[in-house]
């Protein structure tokens, strides 16, 4: 959830969540004798059922409320109201789905974010793979300093930013602009910092062959260590997509032209329209955040598998 | 927080090589310039949109600067302490708007933070165990709700959560009434204490304030509509955090838990001598990152309510974004945004604190210690 | 401090001051006083006209896309419309960021703030048809002795009663009630299984033609007393509280409806309390639900009403203010108000479309009656802070203390008047 880890704090915690995704546990312990207290096979399957009874009801929690939103989406207004519970629809409308893809801004908000969220992520990470690598491998005055700003970046909480990012974003022209919105969040210190730690486990070897072969810095950052750094780059192609297109205070700060709403301010704007004469639109509303979650979900499922795997190795030790 | 981030196990560590002695020559010649503009686009965009916005942000909360042009401009006066005086202690709307703010965001933090961390355990601790089929179906329903964007969440949640919405439904089919969620300002513990026959507060809880808030009004509990958004922070990051534990989990050595069980320790002894005090750097990262996330709710707010019912969803965040971009008083609303930054850091310090490293106590070494020597009156 | 950090520090220290001396350089190159401009000093460019609307639905969307369009084709000046969903806030951040919509609707309660800090252009004395306006109206929005905007239309609240269902109770136009008593009575006999007798918004903007009916108000006409906890005010707050506990009365959130106008509209509510703009809501959203608009009853003083006027803000920063003023007495002539209010139903602001309108819209005249005993929201600068704070107050008035309530909106508003 972006309100919680935004700081630049959080991706160090969703790197780690993705690496725990892709492990299997360790063995059970091999025990050398029979231990002192015996357990019935009896009490083993009941523990065992109750263990996926558990499981199942709350993997059934979890996913309930977004089948109940699909569900909803395609009821008409009446239905929705009448019938919250029930999962299929008496009569399926794609009523709200018309309406949001003909009579509103849907498309363009649909635009905007894929733009902004594809711009975002092919240049953060590749400031960030640079700076990463800088900060593993190159050896360069002042490059504690620069860690030590990174470290202190990441300790700031976004609250505090929300107000006078929003007066420097004005104060150099960039208020209502494409580049207000992209230029700010091509850089994130958590994403530095997996980066950075992920070149340092690369063996030097590699990068010494290289230079002896007479190869300038960014054509060993670049032909070299980038491909070896692919776990890691689609760890932070992750994050990043996520972030960008997750992201909602940045760009109510940087942006009021409707021409530049993205998904997230135009469906925050459906669900706190309702004023003067809108209703409830239950369907309309839900049907726009489940568009908006598909991106993401399907980048989620396509690569939770192709996850950090420890480096191959490209030298023999 | 980087101290999980550890090299995988194999890489050694870099020899000093000869560039160390002479950065201008040999083959290393032109790192020093490398390095520095390999950094230089992060350099300038955080410090362009960062560090110099917290400065700014900085001079606008001592200043009244009142939200046309530049606040770095002739017109715009140093007015020392006097925003954050309104804030703290002005007696006005100020004052109670950021005490209502503090309080709704203070209840907020003692719900979700222990539930969430225990919930993630909990999760976990089972997804974790041997002898489970299926667990990447477990632990992918269990995540996915984190990957949504707070927005979409909240669209949903606002959908269940109606007055005839779907949790309405589950609760009628029980036999109660649930509340009409989002839309009611009653505080839980008042609820509670109106089952018990206590309707009205007793006059002494009302009298008096601090920070422009009553008695009562602060030990209230969160609203009835707090707590949707209570669950659904719980609902929401139980999954990432799900995950940080299983990785720690799974760095936990086995040997430990087979040594455990070779003394003849319950499953229970196991999971509370053994594994908890094994996730403490795990926990410790997931009660910080808990705690700074959940003093900075603005997104689903904004979404939401807008801080209503009654000002209780109100947060010290959301408050600072109204007060400047709302009411015009841009001043104020820095003012608050720093406060909000002092109580992130306090918290965090003293969370560290209470979880550092403490060594063993006196008592619990004696009852490690051989007999004999307990006998002999080793008391020291 | 360690070499280490002294030198982390001074760095941190010079990109700080480096960048923000560029920032204070490099600006967006407004000057931060353009009051110095006087009211005829209106600017001029070619560029596109931008009206910033807080609507109250489709009807009025498309009610002033129309009309803005059929200007632009005349003029020659291309403009276009944008319905705000959060006015204030779109505002603010626009005046702060120096780049407002040309034109807006201006609220009367937000008038002192915005005057007070230079974002409006004051060209009221600069309209052909500056006569015309009501002479209430035009003081409403005259801040500091200039005359800022001009008002675009004025609406008053009334009650507004499901025709069908008034007729299924029983009741007849004998029973339209004209005091408190009577009003509860009806109120009663409509409520039935999910709908309640009167439903309307939990908020000043409607609970407060309850305190003029018993001869309160928020701020003395001249604005300069607060008389907030006056015993009037507490006899109406009782008299609401009362009501709401019995289940007659019920605030539009708490019975599922965004406003009032939705209630009447899905049957939560066979009664509502709400302005002109019911109108075009009714028949764009449900078109099939029959009502009719009376006076409001009269409490223990005598009737009593709100009233609600905007007028059309012009932003001082706006590049093209000669082409927002012509725009401007466009859509104030009195033809142009008349379409507006056929569409969604306000008042017009000028004297000489009364007549018309009173023929035009039978069905309306109790809002014009209105006018009569009708009261002004508050307008000093502040009011509008204290009045939010007031209305989350109410959401909780089913339990709590009305004396007690009122006397912090008192407590709020005498920071503010003084």
């Known amino acids: 959830m972006t309100d919680q880890l935004s700081s630049g704090a959080g991706d160090d915690v969703r790197e780690l969540a993705l690496a725990a995704m892709s492990k299997t546990p360790p063995a059970p312990p091999q025990l050398l004798h029979t231990p002192v207290r015996r357990r019935s096979p009896w009490r083993a399957i009941t523990g065992r059922t109750l263990l996926y009874v558990l499981l199942i009801a709350l993997a059934a929690v979890y996913i309930y409320p977004f089948l109940i939103q699909i569900s909803t989406s395609f009821k008409t207004e009446p239905e929705a109201a009448l019938n919250p519970l029930s999962l299929i629809p008496q009569t399926w409308s794609v009523a709200a789905y018309e309406k949001l893809f003909q009579r509103s801004d849907f498309p363009l908000w649909f635009a905007n974010s894929t733009f902004v969220t594809l711009c975002v992520t092919v240049g953060r990470v590749f400031f960030v793979s640079l700076a990463g690598y800088a900060l593993a491998r190159l050896h360069f005055r002042g490059r504690a300093f ?160 192709r996850i950090m795997n420890s480096s191959a190795g490209a030298v023999k030790e | ?65 009142n939200g046309r042009g530049s606040p770095l401009s002739s017109g715009v006066h140093f007015v020392g302490l006097q925003n954050y005086a309104a804030t703290t202690t002005g007696g006005g709307l100020a004052e109670r708007n950021f005490g209502l703010a503090l309080r709704n965001n203070a209840w907020y933090v003692v719900f979700v933070v222990p539930l969430q961390t225990a919930l993630s355990l909990f999760l976990a601790v089972l997804v974790s165990r041997q002898v489970l089929r299926g667990r990447g179906f477990f632990r992918t329903a269990y995540y996915f709700p984190s990957v949504t964007s707070s927005v979409a969440i909240t669209v949903l949640w606002l959908f269940l959560f109606s007055a005839s919405g779907v949790v309405n439904a589950i609760i009628a089919w029980f036999g109660g009434n649930g509340p009409n969620w989002f839309s009611d300002p009653r505080g839980l513990w008042a609820v509670v204490a109106g089952w018990f026959g206590m309707t009205t507060p007793p006059a002494w809880l009302t009298q008096g304030d601090f920070l422009g808030v009553s008695p009562w009004e602060w030990i209230q509990g969160p609203s009835i509509a707090m707590s949707a958004f209570i669950l659904m922070a719980v609902f929401t990051t139980s999954g ?106 306090v918290f965090t310090l003293f969370q560290r604190w209470v979880l550092r490293d403490r060594p063993v106590s006196q008592r619990r070494i004696r009852a490690y210690q051989p007999k004999a020597a307990r006998q002999n009156g080793a008391t020291r | ?265 899905k049957q939560l509510g066979a009664m509502t309390i709400e302005g002109n703009w019911i109108t075009g809501a009714m028949s764009a959203d449900y078109p099939d639900v029959k009502y009719k608009v009376v006076q409001l009853p009269a409490g223990p003083s005598a009737r009593g009403t709100l009233q609600f006027t905007n007028c059309w803000g012009m932003a001082a920063d706006s590049p093209n203010q000669k082409a927002a003023l012509d725009l401007v007495e466009y859509l104030t002539t009195s033809d142009q108000q008349l379409a507006f209010s056929k569409a969604f139903g306000p008042m017009p602001s000028v004297e000489s479309a009364a007549s018309t309108w009173k023929s035009d819209n039978a069905a309306l005249v109790p809002f014009l009656t209105g006018v009569a005993y009708a009261q002004s929201v508050p307008t000093n600068a502040g009011a509008s802070d204290v009045v939010n704070d007031f209305n989350s107050q109410l959401a909780t008035l089913k339990t709590s203390d009305p004396k007690t309530i009122l006397d912090s909106v008192q407590k709020n508003l005498e920071a503010v008047v003084k």
């Not at chain 1, 491909?227 to 760890?235: D, H, N």
């Not at chain 3, 084709?73 to 407002?100: E, N, R, W, Y």
């Open chain 1, 146 to 305: 620069v860690f030590a700003l990174i470290v202190a970046v990441m300790a700031v909480p976004t609250v505090v930013l929300l107000i006078p990012k929003f007066l420097v974003i004005n104060q150099l022209g960039m208020y209502n602009s494409y580049t207000g919105m992209i230029l700010p969040l091509l850089a994130d210190a958590g994403s530095v910092f997996i980066m950075k730690n992920f070149f340092e486990s690369v063996p030097v070897s590699v990068e010494e062959q290289a230079r002896v072969d007479g190869a300038g810095s960014f054509r060993i950052f670049w032909s070299v260590v980038l491909p070896m750094a692919r776990p890691a780059l689609i760890t932070i192609i992750i994050l990043s997509f996520q972030g960008s297109w997750n992201e909602l205070a940045h760009f109510i700060i940087s942006a009021s032209d409707p021409a530049l709403t993205t998904l997230t301010k135009g469906v925050a704007s459906l669900a706190r329209g309702a004023g003067l004469g809108s209703g409830t639109q239950y369907p309309l509303k839900l049907a726009a955040a489940i568009i908006m979650t598909i991106p993401v979900a399907i980048v989620f499922f396509v690569f939770q598998r």
């Open chain 2, 240 to 345: 990432t955090f799900m995950l940080v534990f299983m990785a720690a989990i799974q760095n936990i050595d086995p040997a430990l838990a087979e040594a455990g069980m070779i003394d003849g320790a319950n499953g229970w002894q196991r999971f509370w001598r053994i594994t908890l005090p094994q996730l403490r750097p795990a926990l410790f990262t997931v009660l910080t990152l808990g705690l700074i996330g959940c003093w900075q709710v603005f997104d689903a707010i904004y979404t939401g309510t807008q801080g209503d019912p009654g000002k209780t969803t109100l947060t010290p965040a959301y408050l600072s974004y109204q007060a400047s971009f709302n009411d015009n008083q841009w001043g104020i609303g820095a003012a608050i945004a720093f406060i909000l930054f002092v109580i992130i850091i």
């Open chain 2, 1 to 65: 927080m980087s101290a999980l981030a550890a090299p995988p196990a194999g890489a050694t560590a870099p020899k000093p090589s000869p560039s160390r002695r002479r950065p201008g020559s040999g083959i290393r010649r032109g790192e020093g310039a490398a390095g520095w503009l390999f950094t230089l686009p992060v350099i300038l965009i955080l410090a362009v949109f960062l560090l110099v916005p917290v400065l700014m942000a900085l001079w606008v909360s001592f200043s009244d600067w």
């Open chain 3, 1 to 265: 401090m360690t070499r280490h950090t002294a030198r982390v520090a001074t760095g941190a220290g010079a990109i700080a001051v480096v960048a923000a001396l560029a920032l204070t350089g490099c600006g967006s190159g407004f000057s931060s006083d353009n009051s110095s401009k006087g009211a005829s000093d209106l600017t001029s460019s070619n560029k596109p006209l931008t009206v910033m609307i807080g609507s109250s639905g489709d009807a009025e969307t498309k009610a002033v896309t129309d009309a803005v369009d059929a200007w632009s084709k005349k003029s020659g000046v291309k403009a276009s419309v944008i319905a705000a969903t959060d006015l204030q806030q779109q505002l603010s951040q626009g005046f702060a960021a120096g780049s407002p919509p040309d034109l807006f609707y201006q609220s009367s309660d937000q008038l002192a703030a915005f005057a007070g800090n230079g974002s409006l252009k004051a060209y009221g004395d600069d309209l052909k048809n500056k006569s015309d306006f009501y002479p209430s109206l035009v003081k409403t929005f005259t801040y500091d002795g200039k005359f800022y905007c001009a008002p675009k239309d004025f609406s008053t609240l009334q009650l507004v009663i499901n025709t069908d269902l008034w007729q299924k109770a029983g009741l007849t136009d004998d029973d339209v009630p004209s005091t408190w008593d009577q009003l509860a009575a009806d109120a009663k006999k409509l409520t039935s299984g999910k709908t309640k007798g009167l439903v309307f918004n939990g908020e000043y903007a409607r609970l407060g033609v309850f305190m003029a009916q018993a001869g309160g108000r928020l701020v003395s006409e001249d604005g300069k007393t607060a008389e907030a906890n006056s015993d009037a005010n507490v006899t109406a707050l009782n008299y609401v509280k009362q009501h709401l506990n019995d289940g007659t009365f019920a605030f539009a959130k708490d019975v599922g409806a965004g406003w009032g106008g939705e209630a009447l509209g």
